[in-house]
């Protein structure tokens, strides 16, 4: 077995190419998949009462993604290596290990991960997998024959009409639904969450955590494994120092929750590492770029990641201005008319630039033209006077400091280098991110300064700029840096936000407002109510903002008669408690489950004819059990 292994050159590179032909109709159909298929356009004939409206709607779609995926898209030639992907599957593997209880621990109250799953398991009843399936095949037959086409529009646009087939079979479900079921985040994600609880559905059941934060753990394996394939070391330390980074405290968090923010993390860490290109090269040559492609899909996915493109935009403009000033200066002071000759036309150059700004921006605002038209979700509402607020600076030095841990100290360091190394343009792109994000959520709304998931737009420029550093020191002193990413791993275990049996630790990442995970052991407690009171109705009580206890009960295949007494927020939980067993004897529920704020049991009201049956604890929260 050793002697095969010899006999394989890992360092062996293989070399990836996609022509500009196959780019166009890849991004026509992730165009199709979030604004076609995806049928924000229906919605205009819903809210207008016009069918000539919507129609409308329709064609100014697919006009646009037509124009859209024929102007972006270039020829990509890209390298991959056997020992990168088999990095990449060893930090599958750890990462696994390390978020195993995680993975699989009960859905938490509060956050918005409840949401997430309810919403991709609407959609997994709404697609049926046979229709998928022959949606599919469809779409490889097509592809087979539009590429014995000349013509590129035309395959685009056959693509991008391809996507009115789904909506005749489903597309009255989703206008049925209604535009916050479609609106309130981009729904191309949930396309992405349905596929592994689709396939679990046909063998089994849907009904398990981990089925549903795939997608994140699988993002932060492709981080690490994007981290450390820029580092100049040795398979062992390009292990550790993956794992240095998988326990950063924002990173490991993250790494077993359904949000939206993780994969657009992957895209936009390509791009920081890719920067100082995207920021200066013309047109063109952009499109060759894989990074080019990271940064375009960005505005698919999160419609708060118009902060990193807004960035990026704005270093854009600044790179050209100076190229544009040094190109002024050249042409007037050239000594002959061959050397004005070789300049780029000022006109097409702007062109050119608007293309980009164009291409970065256009699906995230034609997303946010939908949402603000067709729908009253809450959207940016600048309150300049926040930045006056002394504690929104506090909250984001500290979630700074508490959520990356040592990377935040490595990054500003590595970008001292940088600034050393002449690299400005590099540098002002990675402080403008770290420094723009926090403060444009904070004046959105003060609460949200510092949020921890807000910050995971801030993790890539933080990983790329500390990369720089560690490079500098592998390159120096091999040891210094394996002392240094020692130091590091056990450093983010101490100020890890996880409990060893998988819970996170309450109020972890929020600083002016409680917007965080609350982990209970729901599942343990509604089993063992199951097993014991199988036939007595119950009253969840205690929680001032209402949990899914949907999932639990199709996962327990138990359906009891149920209600849900809400507390008061602030509430004392002596309080709360009595107001609950009042309640129950009023209206005839034997068992209440009753959700304590923190680990201390309430003292229990007296002369009741309920009795605490039960306790569950974990490493984060309690729930009580009464009996009556």
Same mark, same amino acid.
């Given at each position: ?55 409308? %709607? ?56 409840? =949401? ?26 097509? *592809? ?92 062992? @330390? ?29 895209? @936009? ?38 902060? *990193? ?28 008319? @061959?050397? #004005? ?38 959207? =940016? ?43 400005? #343009?590099?540098? %002002? *792109? ?24 807000? !910050? ?42 996880? !409990? ?31 097993? #014991? ?15 899914? *206890?949907? =999932?639990?009960? !199709? ?38 489950? =009753? ?34």
């Amino acid at each position: 077995m050793l002697g095969i292994f010899k006999k394989i050159n890992l360092d062996r590179s293989y070399d990836i190419f996609f022509p500009r032909a196959c780019v166009n109709v890849l991004l026509a159909s992730m165009f199709s998949l979030a604004f076609v298929i995806t049928p924000y356009w229906s919605l205009i004939g819903k809210k207008t009462g016009s069918i000539t409206a919507e129609i409308a %709607g329709l064609i100014f779609t697919i006009g646009l993604g037509i124009a859209w995926s024929y102007i972006s898209g270039g020829d990509i030639r890209a390298k991959i290596s056997l020992k990168s992907l088999i990095l990449l599957v060893i930090m599958v593997g750890g990462l696994a290990v390390i978020n195993f209880n995680a993975l699989n621990y009960n859905i938490p109250w509060r956050g918005d991960e409840d =949401f997430h799953i309810k919403k991709t398991l609407d959609l997994l009843k709404i697609i049926s997998l046979k229709w998928v399936l022959l949606y599919l095949i469809f779409q490889i037959l097509l *592809f087979y024959k539009i590429f014995q086409k000349p013509w590129r529009l035309l395959r685009i646009t056959v693509v991008l009409i391809s996507g009115i087939i789904p909506f005749l079979f489903i597309g009255y479900i989703f206008i049925k639904n209604g535009s916050s079921f479609l609106l309130r985040y981009p729904f191309v994600d949930y396309w992405f969450f349905a596929v592994v609880p689709k396939i679990a559905s046909v063998i089994n059941s849907p009904y398990s955590e981990i089925l549903f934060r795939i997608i994140p753990f699988l993002s932060v394996a492709v981080i690490v494994w994007i981290f450390q394939s820029k580092l100049i070391s040795s398979w062992i @330390m390009k292990i550790v120092w993956g794992i240095s980074c998988a326990l950063i405290p924002i990173v490991l968090y993250y790494s077993s929750i359904l949000y939206l923010e993780l994969p657009a993390a992957v895209l @936009m860490l390509v791009v920081c590492f890719r920067i100082k290109g995207l920021l200066q090269k013309d047109f063109n040559d952009i499109r060759h770029d894989p990074g080019w492609y990271a940064l375009i899909l960005i505005g698919f996915i999160k419609e708060t990641a118009i902060t *990193f493109l807004f960035c990026f935009v704005v270093c854009r403009i600044l790179a050209y201005s100076v190229k544009a000033i040094q190109n002024y200066r050249s042409q007037s002071s050239a000594k002959n008319a @061959m050397e #004005t000759k070789v300049q780029i036309p000022f006109t097409k150059s702007l062109i050119e630039e608007i293309l980009i700004v164009s291409s970065s921006l256009g699906p995230l605002l034609l997303y946010l033209i939908f949402r603000s038209y067709l729908t009253s979700t809450r959207t =940016f509402t600048p309150n300049l006077a926040n930045l006056l607020n002394l504690s929104s600076y506090q909250a984001i030095g500290q979630s700074l400091v508490q959520q990356f841990g040592p990377y935040l100290l490595f990054f500003i360091c590595g970008w001292i280098l940088l600034l050393v190394r002449k690299e400005f #343009t590099i540098a %002002g *792109f990675f402080m403008l991110l770290v420094l723009f994000i926090p403060l444009f959520h904070a004046v959105d709304n003060i609460s949200f300064a510092g949020y921890s998931r807000f !910050n995971l737009f801030v993790l890539p420029p933080i990983l790329a700029g500390s990369s720089f550093l560690f490079n500098w020191m592998i390159e120096r002193k091999k040891y210094i840096a394996a002392v240094t990413v020692a130091g590091i791993i056990l450093l983010n275990l101490v100020i890890s936000p996880v !409990n060893s049996d998988g819970t996170k630790i309450p109020y972890w990442g929020n600083y002016l407002a409680d917007t965080s995970e609350h982990y209970y052991p729901y599942q343990e407690a509604l089993s063992w109510i199951k097993d #014991t009171y199988p036939q007595n109705n119950l009253l969840s009580a205690g929680a001032f903002y209402p949990y899914y *206890f949907d =999932f639990y009960f !199709n996962k327990l295949d138990w359906f009891p008669t149920f209600h849900t007494l809400s507390a008061q927020k602030g509430q004392a939980d002596k309080q709360a408690l009595s107001i609950a067993v009042d309640s129950a004897e009023k209206n005839h529920y034997q068992v209440i489950l =009753f959700q304590v704020v923190g680990k201390a049991i309430p003292v229990y009201p007296t002369g009741t004819p309920f009795n605490k049956v039960k306790i569950f604890q974990n490493d984060a929260q309690t729930l009580l059990v009464l009996y009556k």
